[in-house]
């Protein structure tokens, strides 16, 4: 399960595995996400036609004129789809530490489709918006839901692997997920061709707010680091084939913090790394159903142990994290 020294997880492995070796398995996810939380996952069976048509149509989005960009644009501040421009974001204010903004742009989509019966103003409003597709380029809105689709299915395979670590039933989390509010990003990191401004990086240090993150980083970049457990920032290698996995802020809760949700970030390397090159990533940052309740496991309490957390509402949690980034 090694990639030199950054763990990686055969999900295919596991899915075909006989119970006894989807324990161990599921032992040594357990021991990552104590760890770090941070893990790629290779064999995932996602087509490599839907994760390129995916990729070239976000990089084709990116291309375009500011102005047609601008086109798809969240209407106001605080929506959550849509184009979100350069330098309207500083993720490093959801750690209250105030930034320069990241030197990134984006594009936000939501969920697919709004639950049946689903009446929840504010799920409607923030959740369940409306994304704000971009006319230009053709294909891209097709290319984008299969991508979304595919990631969904692969967040709720990962759970799965993730209620085998915990002790518990492979289907304990699936009754959680089964209309999740998940949320899918293209960022871009464009070529730098002026110097950013003092402590301005790529991505501020953060960590995530939901369940998991599936990320798809672009092949040789540099830049993603991570705090590893003694200290220091270290570098996440982007694996052929594979996804970077991160537990986010959410799981850490849900397992009273048995797991953690590791601080990370994209700085810009040395100009002779790359450092000025335009980089691109898509994050698929997975959420459980708007009205799930999340209270601390069982499994994950010791006898006579008291939970380090309130029971907490999926969307509204959410909600409030989002709200604390935007410029």
Request: charge should be negative.
């Given at each position: 399960?090694?990639?030199?020294?950054?763990?990686?997880?055969?999900?295919?492995?596991?899915?075909?595995?006989?119970?006894?070796?989807?324990?161990?398995?599921?032992a040594e996810v357990d021991r990552i996400c104590r760890d770090t939380g941070f893990l790629a996952v290779t064999n995932?069976?996602?087509?490599?036609?839907?994760?390129?048509?995916?990729?070239?149509?976000?990089?084709?989005?990116?291309?375009?004129?500011?102005?047609?960009?601008?086109?798809?644009?969240?209407?106001?501040?605080?929506?959550?789809?849509?184009?979100?421009?350069?330098?309207?974001?500083a993720l490093a204010k959801s750690r209250n530490v105030d930034t320069p903004p990241d030197l990134k742009e984006s594009?936000?989509?939501?969920?697919?489709?709004?639950?049946?019966?689903?009446?929840?103003?504010?799920?409607?409003?923030?959740?369940?918006?409306?994304?704000?597709?971009?006319?230009?380029?053709?294909?891209?809105?097709?290319?984008?839901?299969?991508?979304?689709?595919?990631?969904?299915?692969?967040?709720?395979?990962?759970?799965?692997?993730?209620?085998?670590?915990?002790?518990?039933?492979?289907?304990?989390?699936?009754?959680?997920?089964?209309?999740?509010?998940?949320?899918?990003?293209?960022?871009?990191?464009?070529?730098?061709?002026?110097?950013?401004?003092?402590?301005?990086?790529?991505?501020?240090?953060?960590?995530?707010?939901?369940?998991?993150?599936?990320?798809?980083?672009?092949?040789?970049?540099?830049?993603?680091?991570?705090?590893?457990?003694?200290?220091?920032?270290?570098?996440?290698?982007?694996?052929?084939?594979?996804?970077?996995?991160?537990?986010?802020?959410?799981?850490?809760?849900?397992t009273n913090d048995r797991w953690v949700s590791t601080v990370h970030r994209v700085v810009n390397p040395p100009a002779?790394?790359?450092?000025?090159?335009?980089?691109?990533?898509?994050?698929?940052?997975?959420?459980?159903?708007?009205?799930?309740?999340?209270?601390?496991?069982?499994?994950?309490?010791?006898?006579?142990?008291?939970?380090?957390?309130?029971?907490?509402?999926?969307?509204?949690?959410?909600?409030?994290?989002?709200?604390?980034?935007?410029?």
């Open positions: 399960m090694q990639h030199q020294t950054f763990p990686v997880f055969d999900l295919g492995r596991f899915e075909n595995a006989g119970a006894e070796e989807k324990q161990a398995l599921g995932h069976g996602i087509p490599q036609a839907v994760i390129d048509a995916a990729w070239l149509k976000a990089r084709a989005f990116f291309d375009l004129a500011p102005e047609q960009k601008q086109r798809s644009k969240a209407p106001y501040k605080g929506y959550p789809y849509g184009y979100l421009g350069p330098e309207l974001e594009f936000n989509g939501g969920p697919l489709g709004v639950p049946q019966g689903m009446s929840d103003p504010e799920a409607l409003a923030f959740c369940y918006a409306e994304t704000i597709w971009p006319a230009e380029p053709e294909g891209f809105v097709a290319a984008w839901k299969a991508y979304y689709a595919a990631l969904e299915d692969l967040a709720l395979r990962i759970m799965r692997v993730f209620a085998t670590a915990l002790g518990l039933p492979e289907n304990h989390f699936d009754s959680y997920l089964d209309a999740p509010i998940s949320a899918l990003r293209a960022l871009n990191y464009p070529e730098q061709h002026v110097a950013p401004k003092p402590g301005q990086i790529r991505a501020g240090a953060h960590t995530d707010y939901g369940s998991l993150t599936i990320l798809l980083p672009q092949a040789g970049s540099r830049g993603l680091q991570i705090i590893t457990p003694d200290g220091e920032w270290t570098e996440v290698p982007p694996i052929p084939g594979a996804f970077v996995i991160n537990i986010g802020d959410l799981m850490a809760r849900w002779q790394q790359g450092g000025k090159d335009r980089r691109q990533s898509m994050a698929f940052f997975h959420q459980p159903n708007w009205d799930a309740e999340i209270n601390v496991l069982h499994a994950c309490l010791a006898d006579g142990e008291a939970p380090k957390y309130e029971p907490v509402r999926s969307g509204p949690y959410l909600m409030g994290k989002f709200k604390a980034t935007t410029k």
